[in-house]
């Protein structure tokens, strides 16, 4: 990233450190990063790619963008221009377009190893590695706050007032600058998709799941070193750099597995569904009224739990004679909606999801569901009342680029505000079959 050296004298109380104030993670923790991923490939996919271009990943092109993109070389800025997608290949986009960006890197890594081309098929993948990694940093590309956000509400003590908590202090973590990862990990990379295209989507949302938890970390360090904790606060990046390494570890792997055409039956069984609750919805920090609607009021909806008329919070589980558990889903307000934009919507046939109330919402309690995609009512239930059994929905995505779908949640005639206790269970996109 774009460095300058700055020296930081602080009270005996604090840290002691020189560190490079940039965007991301220092340049050695991208080549630590991608050097640990590189790392938990199987045999095969190291004599696929080959010991000197995988060292090259993490050595010569684990910062591309970096330091070629917008010098106006062609030759290197074309590896960070996906034709038609205007992207900042450092930060959290749109799903549409970040979808249909990764899909390009991807088909590039395949047809340039497919053509022998290694060395240029890593320089694809570099970017793509990069712009996962930056996203996941504990800095502004992570950060929901501005940094004046940031200074308000964790205010700085004197010694530290001209510091950027953003740029700077997640890097007081060790003369090498290098972020603390497990040597001795034995984690095995994940397929993420047996097409470019659904590939793209988990690599997207993986990606946006980073970022926020990167959001938060970024507060934890802050208050951490501020408070003088150092071993704090290399753990915490420790943290998160491990969870990055394992995100870009399934990335290299995913791309190996496309390009090779190596796919084993019992991993694309694996991939066949893919669960709602693995994504953020687009509107999960937009409230839908300027309170939340009851029963929740301060939280619209909980991700696997749901509330009691008690406002307690308890496991999700499903009204009627089975009381059927929930092995994952939402627990949301009435009413209330979850945005997902499913990009590419090709890549995906079906969402099939089961709605109903929690059994502790007395008859008082009647909820609507509905399904909308692109903003028409595609199914719907109801009003399902407490106590009664759950129904199933089931919706056919079209087979185009994007599509939005709504989960939308509405009372019923008479229904008590504070017993409408709406559960979707299970929400999941199937495969569609591959042509």
């Known amino acids: ?55 090259a990943l993490h050595e010569r092109y684990q910062s591309i963008q970096d330091e070629h993109a917008g010098s106006g070389d062609a030759k290197w800025t074309a590896y960070c221009s996906p034709p038609g997608v205007g992207q900042r290949l450092h930060d959290i986009s749109p799903p549409a377009p970040s979808v249909e960006a990764i899909q390009w890197f991807l088909e590039r890594i395949t047809y340039h190893l497919n053509h022998q081309q290694h060395d240029e098929a890593m320089k694809y993948l570099g970017v793509l590695c990069h712009w996962n990694e930056d996203t996941a940093s504990l800095s502004a590309h992570s950060s929901l706050l501005s940094e004046t956000q940031l200074q308000a509400l964790l205010p700085s003590p004197e010694a530290l007032l001209s510091q950027n ?150 496991p999700l589980s499903l009204a009627g004679p089975d009381r059927s558990a929930v092995s994952f889903g939402f627990g949301v307000a009435t009413p209330h909606h979850l945005d997902f934009t499913v990009a590419p919507a090709r890549a995906w046939e079906q969402l099939e999801v089961r709605v109903g109330l929690h059994p502790s919402a007395p008859a008082t309690g009647a909820v609507i569901f509905e399904v909308l995609l692109d903003g028409q009512v595609a199914a719907h239930a109801g009003p399902l009342r407490g106590g009664q059994a759950p129904a199933v929905l089931r919706v056919a995505l079209p087979d185009r680029p994007v599509t939005t779908v709504r989960l939308r949640t509405r009372p019923g005639d008479g229904a008590v505000a504070n017993h409408n206790l709406a559960v979707w269970a299970e929400p999941q996109l199937t495969r569609r079959k591959l042509k």
């Open 165 to 314: 908590y953003s740029f700077g202090y997640k890097y007081a973590l060790s003369e090498s600058n290098k972020p603390d990862l497990p040597s001795a990990s034995e984690y095995r990379p994940r397929l993420l998709g047996i097409s470019a295209a659904e590939a793209a989507t988990r690599i997207y949302q993986g990606q946006r799941q980073l970022h926020l938890r990167g959001a938060g970390q970024l507060v934890r360090a802050i208050v951490a070193l501020t408070d003088g904790e150092s071993q704090k606060v290399r753990q915490i990046v420790a943290d998160q750099a491990l969870m990055t390494a394992e995100h870009v570890a399934d990335m290299i792997y995913t791309a190996s597995c496309l390009a090779a055409n190596r796919i084993g039956e019992a991993e694309a069984a694996a991939t066949e569904t893919e669960p709602l609750t693995q994504w953020l919805p687009d509107n999960a920090f937009t409230p839908t009224n300027s309170i939340h609607p009851l029963p929740y009021h301060v939280r619209s909806y909980l991700v696997n739990r749901g509330y009691d008329p008690d406002r307690n919070v308890v």
């Open 1 to 55: 990233m774009r460095k300058e050296t700055v020296a930081w004298i602080v009270p005996a109380s604090f840290l002691l450190f020189v560190a490079p104030a940039t965007f991301g993670w220092p340049t050695d923790g991208h080549k630590h990063i991608r050097r640990w991923a590189v790392e938990r490939l199987p045999t095969w996919q190291h004599e696929f790619l080959g010991a000197d271009h995988l060292s």
